[in-house]
Nanobody, 123 residues
Framework: QVLLVESGGGSVQAGESLRLSCASS?????MAWFRQAPGKAREEVAV????????WYVNSVKGRFTISRENDENSVYLQMNSLKPEDSAMYYC???????????????????WGRGTQVTVSS
């Protein structure tokens, strides 16, 4: 497991941008962003695979969000553009230390979690 600390959340108007950051205490095979709105299930938004540099996105954010990792850093970022009110949620960083041949797409696929950062988008 690794320790994860998120930052960068806030309140914005629809159409604006935010950049979330997740600092990790160590390396992980996968680093992901999940979100959870009140009364809804936790949803995986994006995942980055360290070994290949590949990524996956949920359909609702494709073309608007970008997950990235800086070289030689144990941090992952989520650039969120053209934000919509339905993007409002608590955003959580997650990490999986062991590699897989596929992207883990459920919360059970991750062994480390941050405490979350709130994103609120008003119309």
């Amino acid at each position: 497991q690794v320790l994860l600390v998120e930052s960068g959340g806030g309140s914005v108007q629809a159409g604006e941008s935010l950049r979330l950051s997740c600092a990790s205490s160590g390396t992980a095979a996968f680093m992901a962003w999940f979100r959870q709105a009140p009364g809804k299930a936790r949803e995986e938004v994006a995942v980055f695979r360290t070994r290949t540099g590949g990524s996956w996105y949920v359909n609702s954010v494709k073309g608007r969000f970008t997950i990235s990792r800086e070289n030689d850093e144990n941090s992952v970022y989520l650039q969120m553009n053209s934000l919509k009110p339905e993007d409002s949620a608590m955003y959580y960083c997650a990490a999986r230390t062991s590699d897989l041949d596929y992207y883990p797409l459920t919360p059970e696929g991750y062994d480390s979690w941050g405490r979350g950062t709130q994103v609120t988008v008003s119309s």
